[in-house]
């Protein structure tokens, strides 16, 4: 959708997207968005 890399673990779509100045993580439950609001992560 967004031109990431995409991988589906139990009918949850993650789709993750670089860019050289930033990292999105986009996430669907059965084509409906996630809310992740206040969730963190940490890129190594």
């Not at 789709?15 to 993580?25: G, H, K, N, Q, R």
């Not at 084509?31 to 940490?42: L, N, P, S």
Request: charged share 20%; aromatic share 4%.
């Amino acid at each position: 959708m967004h031109g990431g890399a995409v991988t589906e673990v139990s009918d949850i779509n993650y789709e993750l997207v670089a860019t050289p100045d930033s990292i999105a993580l986009y996430i669907l439950d059965l084509g409906k968005v996630v809310d992740i609001k206040g969730a963190t992560a940490t890129v190594t």
